[in-house]
T-cell receptor
Framework: GAVVSQHPSRVICKSGTSVKIECRSL??????MFWYRQFPKQSLMLMAT?????????EQGVEKDKFLINHASLTLSTLTVTSAHPEDSSFYIC???????????FGPGTRLTVT | AQKITQTQPGMFVQEKEAVTLDCTYD???????LFWYKQPSSGEMIFLIY??????QNATEGRYSLNFQKARKSANLVISASQLGDSAMYFC???????????FGSGTKLNVKP
């Protein structure tokens, strides 16, 4: 099956700093990438959808200036958490889709801890 | 209204037995897809099975099958011959193709007992 990687897998940062998380589709071209956030013992929450070469579409309640998403190529999307706060600590998961056959391939996730 | 409903927060099943995880959905989109994912304690999401709204036959993937009842808007996951490694969270999800939306259920934690 298709492989999606995320880097880093785990990151600890101080309040006020910015953190960039990379999501890569390793063996296929992803026309669409999704970014999710998962709170402990809760389901995934879709944060935004990004199509290669265009601006991301953010879900209601997600601050686009805080969570910057760039989908510069068909194999790479980045999520930058700007001016991180402790409440941003979470598990962030990306997924990639090439729309055939509508499957999403999930990355392994990135655990962000803001101190 | 909830788009995806998983009514079983936790389930136990004896090893080698079959188990059904419930999922109901709500959509007005005529074209949609239904997914099941497994999330072990490591956190990664593993795709298990997919059912398209126009697929007439129930999807099967190895020990996984999806009991798709369109009129009842249910998409239950059946795991046959449970294994200890099946212990994990299971999420049902739906993608609305015309509305371009994706929804996850709240998940069911499955524990397989030896």
């Amino acid at each position: 099956g298709a492989v999606v990687s995320q880097h880093p897998s785990r990151v600890i940062c101080k309040s006020g700093t910015s953190v960039k998380i990379e999501c890569r589709s390793l063996d296929f071209q992803a026309t669409t990438m999704f970014w999710y956030r998962q709170f402990p013992k809760q389901s995934l929450m879709l944060m935004a959808t990004s199509n290669e070469g265009s601006k991301a579409t953010y879900e209601q309640g997600v601050e686009k200036d805080k969570f910057l998403i760039n989908h510069a190529s068909l194999t790479l999307s980045t999520l930058t958490v700007t001016s991180a706060h402790p409440e941003d600590s979470s598990f962030y998961i990306c997924s990639a889709s090439n729309r055939e056959p509508y499957e999403q391939y999930f990355g392994p996730g990135t655990r962000l801890t803001v101190t | 209204a909830q788009k995806i409903t998983q009514t079983q927060p936790g389930m136990f099943v004896q090893e080698k037995e079959a188990v059904t995880l419930d999922c109901t959905y709500d959509t007005s989109d005529q074209s949609y897809g239904l997914f099941w994912y497994k999330q072990p304690s490591s956190g990664e999401m593993i795709f298990l099975i997919y059912q398209g709204s126009y697929d007439e036959q129930n999807a099967t993937e190895g020990r996984y099958s999806l009991n798709f009842q369109k009129a009842r808007k249910s998409a239950n996951l059946v795991i046959s011959a449970s294994q200890l490694g099946d212990s994990a969270m299971y999420f049902c999800a739906m993608e609305e193709y015309n509305f371009n939306k994706f929804y996850f259920g709240s998940g069911t934690k499955l524990n397989v007992k030896p």
